[in-house]
């Protein structure tokens, strides 16, 4: 049986986690994952659960939890006809190779090599968040053939490395090829559920090593995956209404700096251990 204390401490931690996930997502677009995967790993750290595989718990629950919340934001979308099913559709063949691949990569891997890699890009999605140009363009249309062939494994294969959806590298790829932005994020959701789902089937078979928090199946933790999901399904509809009564774009660049910070950190830990 496991230590009720314990468990009662796990859920506090993680109800705040996703309170913040929610209203931080509904506000300012961003991934949880982004959120997710730092807090789980500083939550898990202060309960003692600081073992090699500690990241690989991190990013396998926060992509469990994006399964959920990217096929609710899709259908959502849908009602509005904002997903580019065109862009989804031939887009995931290369992005559920490259999960899969990202999958098998995590899985061998310890946490502070995860801890770098987590780091390098997270800050450059905080950098580009901070001072990317909605008129930067690298082309007019989405690529297709070779640079489809490369791009589309890339984003799923580094996704997976962050524990995230497909928000982060998603939106602003599309964006620099003309994709307007409510169908950038429209069809980001969608990228979202083809790196989760395949990454998360492999990471609950997988065999995790050291002390594991209560109620964990390979290396997803059901008790974050459960309370994540239901705090922001409360939470994320505040942070919308947020948005719509005040300008999101100070707050973008104020969470641009937090992700950097949060990012020089993770580098931090990995490089000193």
Known sequence: MPDISLVLQMLALLAVIGAFAGV???????????VLVPAFFYA???????GPDLMQMCLATSLATIIVTSIRS??????????????????????????????FVVAQLRSTTLQAIFGILALIVG????????DWRLGQAMPTGV????????????????????????VPLMSLFGVPIHRAVATAAGFG??????AVIGFVLVAMSGPVP??????VNLIAFVVIIAMTLITAPWGVKLAHAMDPGPLKRVFAVFLV?????MLRKAVLG
Not at 44 to 50: A, C, I
Not at 95 to 100: E, L, P, S, T, Y
Not at 149 to 170: D, R, T
């Open 261 to 265: 910070l949060v990012a020089l950190n």
């Open 147 to 170: 640079g489809r062939a490369a791009l589309s494994p890339a984003m799923g294969f580094l996704s997976v490395l962050m524990g995230i959806g497909g928000g982060s590298f998603g």
């Open 44 to 50: 898990f750290q202060t309960l003692g659960y600081e």
């Open 193 to 198: 559920v083809l790196i989760a789902v395949p």
């Open 214 to 219: 209560p109620y964990t199946l390979g290396a």
């Open 24 to 34: 931080l997502a509904g506000l300012l677009g961003v991934g949880g994952g982004i």
């Open 74 to 103: 899709v259908m959502s979308h849908n009602k509005k006809g904002a997903v580019d099913w065109d862009i989804l559709r031939t887009w995931a063949p290369g992005i559920v190779i490259g999960a899969v691949l990202g999958m």
């Open 127 to 134: 950098l580009y968040m901070g001072f990317g140009r909605k």
